[in-house]
C-alpha cells in the first residue's frame, strides 16, 4: 500500500485526496501493514454503500476508473 502514494505521475490528485490517501495508509499500516486486495476491496465497499449509498457507486467507479487509466 505504500507505493500508491508515491506514484505522483499516475495519479491527478488534489491536496484533499493526498491527505486522505495518506489517512487511509496510516489506518491501513494501523490494521494490518500486509493487507490483501480483497480485504482492502471488500472495505471499500463496504464504506461505499453504508456512508455514501448506492446512488455513487456508478461516479465513484467512473472516476476510479478514470484515475486509474482504466477504460
Known sequence: MKDLITWPEFLNESKTSDRIADGITNTINKVDDSLSYTDFAK????????????????????????????K
Open 43 to 70: 472495505a471499500v465497499a463496504k464504506i461505499i454503500l453504508e456512508d455514501y449509498g448506492k446512488h455513487n457507486i456508478e461516479p465513484f467507479m467512473k472516476e476510479l476508473h478514470k484515475e486509474l487509466n482504466i
